[in-house]
């Protein structure tokens, strides 16, 4: 056992190490090192030998690999697998008979298999598969962690490698999960299809901190479709540092760093203005970016370009309808966001409806106008509608009042409930336009309630003309033909 002791330890720097010069061989010629590399008699010169021509990267070393592949000892066999990988596509006609030795009873030359196919630069379906069986099964740590970062070299086979990639990520051992990232990373574009298992692999605090972290080393290598998940990260602990690395390696994420350091107006309206010229696809993948920098942007014109730049979403904002709710009431993003609110489906304005409560209690006069034509065209609101603009309705100012009982008008019998607010707004505002207003509502709506203000209706005749009189007239017909 101990005459094998000098062989497993080369076999071992073989596999941790570069290719590094051997002073005995480095300075002789080409066809002695040939000589050298064919002669089994001498396995660990043979294998130096061997390594020589990766060293030189010389192409002769061909003619040895093929042999040395079915040699007896293992680091024979780990020199030619590191060879052919070194000579990337010039070793690619050795491809099947390197995959043959994924079985090899060695482990390390079944990782040095692992890493040739990965290097020999042809995306080869077979050898991707080997490398998943690799992955799979194979009882080393070291085997399956070269085969999980080899299969990022093969994006033919990724959407049968992507899931036991991010598998292998979530729950093997450690240094396979660290092989399996720089797999993911390395198919680049090819593992978008896992981009939300992994954004949920990296915020999820079931999972440990380093697993997390390299769900981020993942993500990064996704281009566009990380930069959102990257950008929730770098607000959590242990995940910013990481997080901010990954978003700087793209144009679009560092465009959005700078986009939240900056102070000045001109440069945020140039990092607006950057992302502006993106495509609405794009923009969709960075959306939570946005939203955040929606709330709290340091400068208004940062908050009021995002704002915009979600609003140009669309219905595909939805997700960030809380965000954008709270941009009525941060300073700067306030019409941009109303715009945006404004092209979201009913049924996703829910988290939004809090905020639009606050700006109508505390925004001007304008907000509070736009806000009641808002709710006014989105009657399948129902009570939540209702409940808003009656609230508008008891305390705002004079225009609000009346832009108040419109859209309660606009509404129809869906403002029903809004009938104690209304009867108290005619027997008690101290404008007599907008008490004209409730009254018409509420014999639009009519009922015994109706009715019972129509004396109050009535007594107000004598205090108005022109228009107004005419309304009231009309409400006070809607009411006489109702009794009928």
Not at 23 to 41: F, K, N, T, Y
Not at 49 to 74: K, T, Y
Not at 107 to 128: C, F, K, M, N, S
Not at 340 to 356: M, N, Q, T, Y
């Amino acid at each position: 056992m101990l005459r094998f002791a000098p062989i497993l330890l080369l076999a071992l720097a073989l596999l941790a190490s570069p290719v590094a010069a051997d002073p005995d061989l480095e300075q002789i010629s080409v066809e002695r090192v040939l000589e050298i590399a064919s002669d089994p008699s001498n396995p660990e010169l043979r294998a130096k030998a061997i390594l020589e021509f990766g060293r030189r990267h010389n192409a002769r070393g061909v003619a040895v690999i093929s042999s040395a592949l079915a040699a007896p000892e293992d680091v024979v066999r780990i020199a030619a697998l590191r060879l052919a990988g070194s000579l990337g596509k010039r070793g690619a006609r050795f491809g099947d008979q390197i995959a043959e030795r994924a079985g090899d009873p060695a482990p390390l030359v079944r990782a040095e298999v692992a890493w040739a196919l990965g290097h020999l630069t042809r995306d080869h379906a077979p050898w991707g598969r080997v490398l998943m069986r690799q992955l799979e099964s194979d009882s080393d740590l070291r085997v399956r962690h070269q085969a999980a970062r080899s299969l990022g070299r093969f994006p033919g086979v990724a959407r049968s490698s992507l899931p036991l990639l991010v598998k292998a990520m979530e729950s093997q051992h450690i240094s396979v999960a660290r092989g399996a990232a720089h797999g993911v990373r390395g198919l680049g574009k090819a593992a978008r299809p896992m981009a939300d298992r992994l954004r949920r692999l990296a915020l999820g605090k079931r999972f440990v901190l380093e697993r997390r972290q390299l769900s981020l080393r993942a993500l990064g290598g996704l281009g566009q479709w990380g930069v959102g998940a990257l950008w929730i990260a770098r607000q959590q602990v242990g995940l910013t540092v990481i997080a901010d690395a990954e978003l700087s390696r793209s144009t679009l994420g560092r465009t959005l760093l700078d986009l939240d350091r900056v102070r000045a107006p001109r440069q945020a309206a140039d990092r607006v203005a950057t992302l502006r010229a993106y495509e609405r696809d794009v923009l969709i993948t960075i959306l939570p970016a946005l939203a955040d920098l929606v709330r709290r942007g340091r400068h208004p014109v940062i908050r009021s370009g995002c704002a915009g730049l979600l609003a140009s979403l669309g219905d595909k904002a939805a997700p960030a309808a809380a965000s954008l709710g709270q941009g009525l009431v941060t300073p700067g993003a306030e019409a941009n966001a109303l715009e945006a609110l404004d092209g979201l489906r009913v049924e996703d304005l829910g988290p939004a409806l809090p905020w639009i409560e606050a700006a109508l209690q505390s925004g001007s006069d304008s907000q509070c106008l736009d806000l009641l034509r808002f709710l006014a065209k989105r009657p399948r609101l129902d009570r939540k509608a209702v409940v808003l603009i009656s609230d508008a309705l008891q305390w705002g100012s004079k225009d609000v009042r009346a832009a108040a009982a419109n859209a309660l008008g606009a509404l129809g019998r869906r403002s029903a409930p809004a009938i104690p607010v209304l009867k108290a707004c005619l027997e008690q505002d101290t404008n007599l336009r907008v008490r004209i207003l409730a009254a018409g509502v509420l014999a639009r709506l009519g009922g015994p309630e109706a009715q019972a203000s129509r004396k109050t209706m009535e007594s107000l005749r004598i205090q108005v003309s022109g228009p107004l009189l005419g309304h009231l007239d009309d409400a006070l017909s809607r009411l006489a033909a109702e009794k009928k």
